[in-house]
């Protein structure tokens, strides 16, 4: 300990020189991390980096006491130097060399294996945004496994993988320079150790998964199961983009006067008739997002949802839609915004509700239909979300009710001091807005993975953006399951934006639908952008005619049809999954459920039978 206590102590003169305030300060600090685990020091040691605002930097080291396979680090926010860019925390644990046994596990459920390779480093989204698919990531060695939990703090911290002369390690980096409030909670970060033969990415996926619903966090689906949850179980979700303005659009800053004109493609009308054609082929259950009802079509004046479009039936025809989809038998719900808020929208108030940097400059976001968005302030979206949805449960919608972006970004912070609002803050009241739709809807819904509206969500429309494209993953990686084996009987899930309209995709995408335990999603005119930069894929169902809505039933019918086999799944936790030969993939279930997917060109057999190539088998208990 001795010898451990000079090296920083000798860090830190380097770096405060005769300040003895400073330099007491975060002696003080050390001393408490070292002996929060009453003094006693294990063989485990952390590497802590504190880069300062000045391009300086300064090192020390704790020691993590491991009691039942879990150790705690915590930096007190009193304790974080104002100075600080960023804390980096990197564990002695989380480190290999090229040429070991095993591999880095990626919070966006990526795995890294210690390959030989030029130094490189991967982040997802980079340094400068947050992590959101799950706040763990880990590492495989012979020796043992260890994944961490970041609770404190979560919504400023990012994964850094890296390797670097033959040396790989995996930090936990926080970015509190980029905050726009001074750290408003404790940095703490709990490590955990599993041991036996199976401690793989599975095993931590299941690990984190009892502790979400020991704590209470989320519960299983087969524990809330109201009619319109059961009902999203056994069908796929089939999304109608009905109308649109030009995007990228032709004018960023719109007004009523300027704002180009809306491109209908469907009517409430023409929907009534797809529908019956569904009915008429076979499928008995779908859920029917729609997408683009709300003034001036889709992203058309967010968070301004009305009037109802005009051109596609106004709201005599939206409710007659409701109606007339219900009785079909099928459950139909809409698509909101809590996040956005273009300038042509009636609450702009000239941007007073747009989130703020701490210059007191609006938060700018990317060009969509509505021109330039902008960054919506959580606690105002709330106010709107209360004041809206309850309106738009009156046309008579049931289901899980599709609220955009949510739980794909981190939650906005708002630097107004006429509505301050941190990440964490951000966190409450986006759960608050998931929540209340649950109450009026029946279920909710949103865009991605993220794991801080868990407790809240329903369905996750893509799990993973782009990734399945994608000739090579950063650093050699590989994408496996670890968000399903944590969510899959807690809450529905598309694997990512390519398997939209999976059934008119490659058999590789297909596969990887079954492979992680998808809910089909079927989208009419998902690519809508006149520059072709379409993120589910230029391939699309389209009613254009009497042959390409012929199509169109007949993909949603080929994906109902193979769901239907597949879909009590939805309700059964996923317990491991594991490459059994090459480009051979099994997936085991709770309830002794194993899938068998085949990538490769040769037939695999498995428990005797015969799985062929591009295809898949189903074992049942």
């Given at each position: 300990m001795g010898r451990a206590f000079a090296g920083v102590f000798f860090a830190l003169r380097q770096r405060f020189g005769s300040d003895t305030v400073s330099l007491m300060k975060s002696i003080w600090a050390f001393a408490v991390l070292a002996f929060a685990f009453g003094g006693v020091f294990?063989?485990?040691?952390?590497?802590?980096?504190?880069?300062?605002k000045d391009g300086s930097s300064a090192k020390s080291e704790r020691f993590l006491e491991f009691k039942e396979g879990a150790a705690v680090l915590k930096i007190p926010a009193s304790e974080i130097d104002p100075r600080t860019e960023s804390i980096s925390i990197t564990p002695d644990f989380a480190r290999a060399k090229a040429g070991d046994e095993g591999y880095i596990v990626m919070p966006n459920s990526l795995i890294i294996p210690f390959s030989e390779q030029k130094d490189a480093s991967f982040t997802p989204y980079s340094t400068s945004k947050n992590e959101w698919h799950l706040p763990i990531g880990g590492i495989k060695k012979s020796d043992g496994t260890y994944y961490y939990i970041v609770n404190g703090l979560r919504h400023e911290h990012a994964a850094q993988a890296r390797v670097k002369g033959g040396e790989y390690s995996l930090s936990i980096v926080f970015n509190i320079g980029k905050m726009a409030f001074k750290p408003y909670e404790d940095i703490e970060v709990e490590f955990r150790r599993l041991d036996g033969k199976g401690a793989d990415y599975s095993a931590i996926a299941r690990d984190y998964r009892k502790r979400l619903l020991d704590s209470g966090a989320c519960r299983p689906i087969s524990d809330r199961l109201v009619p319109e949850l059961e009902y999203a179980c056994g069908a796929p979700e089939l999304r109608i983009r009905l109308a649109w303005k030009p995007a990228p659009p032709k004018i960023e800053e719109q007004t009523v006067e300027n704002e180009p004109e809306?491109?209908?493609?469907?009517?409430?009308?023409?929907?009534?008739?797809?529908?019956?054609?569904?009915?008429?082929?076979?499928?008995?259950?779908?859920?029917?997002?729609?997408?683009?009802?709300?003034?001036?079509?889709?992203?058309?004046r967010w968070p301004t949802a009305f009037p109802v479009e005009p051109r596609l039936g106004g709201e005599e025809g939206l409710k007659k839609l409701v109606k007339f989809a219900q009785s079909q038998g099928y459950q139909i719900v809409c698509h909101t915004n809590s996040t956005d808020i273009y300038s042509i929208s009636e609450d702009w108030n000239s941007g007073a509700p747009v989130a703020k940097k701490p210059d007191g400059s609006l938060q700018k976001n990317t060009c969509w239909s509505g021109g330039r968005m902008y960054n919506l302030c959580p606690k105002k979206a709330w106010e709107f979300a209360r004041r809206d949805l309850p309106k738009i449960a009156e046309f008579g919608f049931r289901g899980l009710h599709y609220i955009d972006v949510i739980s794909i970004i981190p939650p906005h912070e708002c630097a107004d001091p006429a509505h301050p609002c941190t990440r964490a803050e951000g966190e409450v009241y986006m759960n608050k807005i998931m929540g209340l739709a649950r109450s009026l809807f029946g279920g909710a819904a949103s865009e991605g993975p993220a794991y801080f509206v868990a407790g809240n969500a329903d369905y996750g429309l893509y799990i993973h953006f782009g990734l399945l494209g994608k000739k090579r993953l950063p650093m050699g990686a590989k994408l496996v399951p670890l968000w399903q084996i944590v969510f899959n009987g807690i809450i529905l899930s598309n694997p990512a934006t390519e398997c939209a309209n999976y059934m008119i995709k490659d058999p590789y995408t297909r596969l990887k639908l079954v492979e992680f335990g998808g809910r089909p999603m079927f989208y009419l005119y998902s690519a809508f952008r006149d520059n072709g930069d379409n993120w589910m894929g230029n391939s699309d169902l389209v009613c254009e005619d009497a042959a390409s809505t012929a199509r169109s039933v007949e993909a949603v019918k080929r994906g109902y049809v193979e769901f239907s086999k597949l879909s009590r799944l939805q309700k059964v936790f996923m317990d491991s999954h594991s490459e059994i030969g090459k480009d051979v993939f099994l997936t085991k279930y709770a309830d002794g459920t194993e899938i068998v997917c085949n990538y490769s060109p040769n037939v695999f057999s498995h428990k005797g039978r015969e799985v062929s190539p591009m295809g898949y088998a189903v074992f049942e208990p």
């Open positions: 294990a063989a485990e040691r952390a590497e802590i980096e504190v880069k300062f809306v491109i209908v493609k469907m009517t409430f009308g023409e929907v009534e008739d797809f529908i019956s054609r569904l009915k008429a082929a076979g499928v008995e259950k779908v859920q029917i997002c729609l997408v683009g009802w709300n003034v001036s079509g889709h992203d058309g």
